[in-house]
């Protein structure tokens, strides 16, 4: 806030000292009546002469300058008439366009005007290559000036084909016609391009009518299912679904398992994907033949398709494990289970991102674990394959450990308890012996404690709390290299 | 401008329809004149005293001499008048009789939206079946009387799959009197897979049939419309009615303007309450629905229950007793799209049946787009329905179409242009829209 020690002052009704200081603004009669920047006509004539108080805050923004759109920026529109020279005849319509615009453009609508290459042919050619006897010329004439109306679209050709007495076309018949003898023109005719483009073409005016034909028949059958059908095909897919379930859960029990018994690279693993694979292979298949259908149908606008679609196969990924080893391509099987919905779709991420993580319940064990090892499992280097499989491995047989661990300790725990029952039995037998034998005791659990919480014997209170700690202690995994299964295995792998 | 494709040379748009003719400029969203296609007419020579409408008159030159006086607009057929007669020029979506359309064309575009129809082409917009007889008449109309620079004529079909955004569409068009259902691919229509009926007509006869008839609880139903009451008391529902007719007009009203002025009571009954049930006719469904209270201009007034639900029917599914009782009945609208799919490429089914457009001002008879998709849904479960909700885009969707046609740029090569038509006559038409 920039209001002047002068403003403040006038506003507490304060005579105007010298001392104001060179930041005053001066106030010039001259600079009262000028409008400032930044505020508009109406509001100054409104608060008059006695300039606002929040002159400064109000000035203009410093802002991009405007672009100069000339020097009248308005623009000037006429009605000016024009001849689309996609048309043949001279009509004249108007329309309204920009004054500065050049009135001798070519209309910009008449590029669209795209005229397709018509085949024509001569009797000659006719009864040298094309004689066909399901067809005659003149149909066959017929057929290319339809063909030429409709702009090729097969759909439209077929609806409106009515050759007087001719024989019923259907749309493949007439396709096959027209495409055939296309094909003898282009391969009859001198071609002044090269041989590919040649090729191209002819490429390009392919027709198989069979596989036409079989691909509508397929496409009637699926629609012409019955409900029942529709219905048990459904059926077959959820239990065929619900099967592939029970087998992964099946598979990956039985996996969880041989890991435990006999360590990670069982060598069985690999039958098991390998069979997973072909049954989702299996499953995904009538879906696939469901996607496939619609595909083909799907377009908002049945471009009539082009005569090699059929043709057009999404290339297979070729499955070679000699190309994969030789390129160190690694190949991560899908989880088939898993629907193909957007949900459950698991786009490309960064190893690093999904490091293992120990359980959250017995997270901090194992770090205070591997730390006591000097083992960082936070941060891998360089997250490969191989080293996050192990880093795994390790975080398992970390929690292992824990686990075997805190059921070694119960276990004492009991038999500690069990024994100090059986203590208190022989106590109460033999009461009268007893005097100072226990303070003895006493002392020997505190001395023993240290090297072995479970060689304790004796009984009282206090060696039972005694032990409680100790075994709390012996949880901090200062043991780990003790002999046991879990870390041999650990050692292997 | 040419991003959007669009360039407007200030076209014409004529929609000719059986209930209203719409008219205006292309480019525009709604139509600037919208008035009816009934039209009054005196056939004897009137006495000079006879009251005339300012929309309502005809000039007298543009009249042919078989009507001594015409009476278009808005208050055209809708006033009574001494000896009035009413008629349509339109006959099952055709137009019939083409003395009264250059009138009505005029009364549009001239008197209606004050322009010049030698100004600016003009599109005039034509049902699927139209013949080839009735659109070189109607070039000849415009190029011969109105003088037009250039003229196109296009398919209703085609032009409300293009109102609504699609060049392949299956168009299911409820009318006034007719219902088809035309197969649109890349813009052309499929004249093969066309099928059309006067289905919305058996749907007002069988209106008529349940008003006018007596049931137990009520009388039959008088349709006697407003212009023929003098004055009327108000009375409970059900109650019998309290008014006086104006018996000085009533033998001077003739038979076409009485069956016009019904119809158009049982129009304003059906659109008010007639319904449709949304998941097939089920009693206990129609009984559960809410009655609808509905009062006549002669003040009789009560509520209607099912009633209202079995009009909506009859464009779904009719009795048996009643197909075997009529051997002409119009086809219902399951029937209309299972025949025109029937007639389509297995191929094409699955693309239209995913493009259905509804469309048409009896498409909005209540609950009518709902049951037709659960319909299409029973056998198609792909099928998607576009049935605009906005009035004016389902009742002229036609018009719209013609609307965005007309003011494309790539358009503009089409029109027939005077000089084409005087070079080539009639022929052009057929040639160049196809």
């Known amino acids: 806030m920039n209001a002047s020690a002068a403003d403040i002052r006038s506003a507490l009704s304060i005579e105007p000292s010298i001392s104001a200081g060179p930041s005053q603004p001066k106030r010039t009669g001259s600079s009262v009546t000028k409008k400032p920047d930044g505020i508009s006509r109406e509001l100054f004539s409104l608060i008059g002469p006695s300039t606002p108080t929040l002159a400064p805050p109000l000035t203009k923004p410093r802002l991009k300058q405007k672009p100069n759109l000339g020097v009248d920026a308005r623009a000037k529109w006429v009605l000016r008439p024009f001849n689309n020279n996609a048309r043949t005849d001279g009509l004249e319509l108007h329309h309204w366009v920009k004054a500065n615009s050049d009135p001798n453009t070519e209309y910009p609508f008449a590029k669209y005007h795209i005229q397709t290459t018509n085949y024509t042919f001569s009797q000659d050619e006719y009864s040298r290559f094309l004689e066909d006897k399901e067809w005659t010329k003149d149909e066959t004439d017929y057929l290319f000036n339809v063909v030429r109306d409709f702009d090729a679209r097969w759909y439209v050709i077929h609806d409106r084909y009515e050759y007087h007495d001719g024989p019923p076309r259907s749309l493949d018949d007439l396709k096959d016609r027209y495409y055939s003898v296309c094909r003898k023109l282009v391969r009859n005719r001198p071609w002044a391009g090269d041989e590919a483009s040649k090729a191209a073409l002819l490429s390009s005016l392919q027709f198989d009518k069979e596989r036409e034909l079989t691909r509508k028949k397929y496409i009637t059958s699926l629609e012409n299912r019955t409900q029942e059908q529709v219905a048990e095909e459904e059926a077959l897919y959820i239990e065929i679904k619900k099967l592939e379930q029970t087998e992964r859960r099946f598979k990956k029990e039985r996996e969880d398992l041989l890991r435990l018994l006999a360590g990670v690279d069982s060598g069985l693993q690999d039958i098991v994907e390998d069979d997973i694979s072909s049954l989702g292979q299996l499953a995904t298949d009538p879906k696939r033949k469901k996607r496939g259908a619609l595909e083909a149908e799907s377009p908002a606008t049945p471009s009539v398709p082009s005569i090699n679609t059929p043709l057009l196969k999404r290339p297979q990924p070729t499955k070679n494990a000699a190309f994969d080893t030789q390129n160190c391509i690694t190949r991560t099987e899908l989880p088939n289970t898993t629907s193909a919905t957007k949900a459950a779709h698991q786009p490309a991420f960064l190893r690093s991102f999904k490091l293992p993580v120990p359980k959250a319940a017995i997270a901090p064990k194992v770090t205070q674990a591997l730390a006591e090892l000097g083992v960082s499992h936070t941060r891998l280097v360089m997250p490969t394959r191989d080293t996050v499989a192990q880093l795994d491995s390790l975080l398992e047989a970390t929690m292992a450990l824990i686990e075997m661990k805190r059921v070694v300790d119960k276990v004492d725990y009991d038999i500690q308890v069990l024994k100090s029952q059986l203590g208190m039995k022989e106590e109460q037998e033999g009461d009268d012996a007893q005097g100072d034998t226990m303070d003895v005791d006493g002392g020997m659990v505190e001395g023993e404690a240290g090297e072995d919480g479970r060689s304790q014997s004796v009984v009282s209170a206090r060696s039972g709390r005694g032990s409680r700690r100790q075994s709390r202690r012996s949880l901090s995994v200062s043991s780990v290299d003790t002999p046991r299964p879990n870390t041999k295995r650990q050692k292997r792998s | ?434």
């Not at chain 2, 030698?118 to 190029?143: K, S």
């Not at chain 2, 813009?187 to 007596?214: C, D």
């Not at chain 2, 009655?291 to 009789?300: A, I, Q």
């Not at chain 2, 389509?344 to 239209?352: G, T």
Request: proline share 7%.
């Open chain 2, 1 to 434: 401008m040419v991003n959007y494709g669009g360039d407007e040379v200030s076209a014409l748009v004529v929609d000719i329809g059986t209930s209203s003719v719409r008219a205006g400029y292309a480019g525009d969203d709604t139509p600037r004149a919208i008035i009816p296609t009934h039209y009054g007419y005196m056939s004897t020579n009137p006495d000079a005293d006879v009251l005339m409408g300012d929309t309502g008159e005809n000039n007298a030159e543009s009249s042919k001499s078989k009507f001594a006086k015409l009476y278009i607009g808005q208050s055209g057929p809708s006033i009574w008048r001494e000896g009035m007669e009413v008629a349509n020029p339109i006959v099952d979506g055709l137009i019939n009789d083409f003395s009264p359309i250059k009138p009505l064309v005029d009364h549009a575009i001239s008197d209606v939206m004050r322009c010049n129809p030698a100004e600016h082409p003009i599109l005039v917009t034509e049902p699927t079946w139209n013949t080839p007889a009735n659109r070189e008449r109607m070039a000849e109309i415009m190029f011969e009387e109105f003088q037009v620079p250039a003229f196109y004529i296009a398919n209703t079909g085609v032009l409300n799959a293009f109102a609504a955004g699609k060049g392949t569409a299956f168009v299911v068009d409820v009318g006034q009197a007719m219902a088809s259902v035309t197969p649109v691919v890349d813009g052309f229509v499929l004249r093969k897979g066309l099928v059309y009926s006067s289905l919305p007509k058996l749907v007002r006869a069988h209106a008529r049939h349940i008003l006018v008839t007596p049931t137990p609880s009520r009388s039959g139903i008088a349709l006697l419309p407003q212009q023929m009451i003098e004055s009327k008391n108000a009375v409970e529902p059900n109650m019998p009615v309290q008014f006086t007719a104006r018996q000085d007009r009533i033998p001077k009203t003739t038979e076409t303007w009485q069956s016009w002025a019904e119809e158009r009571e049982i129009d304003e009954w059906i659109q008010h309450c007639a319904a449709v049930l949304d998941q097939g006719w089920n009693d206990a469904a129609a009984q559960s629905r809410p009655p609808k209270l509905y009062e006549f201009p002669t003040g009789f007034n009560t509520y209607f229950g099912m009633e209202r639900y079995q009009v909506g029917e009859q464009f779904f599914w009719h009795s048996p007793a009643l197909v075997a009782s009529n051997p002409n009945l119009p086809k219902n609208i399951p029937a209309l799209i299972t025949e025109s799919l029937r007639a389509c490429d297995a191929e094409l089914r699955q693309v239209l049946m995913g493009n259905v457009v509804l469309t048409g001002g009896g498409s909005q008879f209540a609950g009518f787009a709902d049951r037709l998709s659960n319909e299409l849904t029973r056998t198609f479960p792909h099928a998607k329905i576009h049935a605009p909700g906005n009035p004016i885009e389902r009742r002229y969707g036609g018009w719209l179409g013609g609307s965005i046609l007309a003011s494309l740029g790539t358009f503009h090569q089409l029109w027939i242009s005077k000089e084409e038509w005087q070079e080539h006559g009639k022929s052009i038409v057929g040639q160049r829209c196809k």
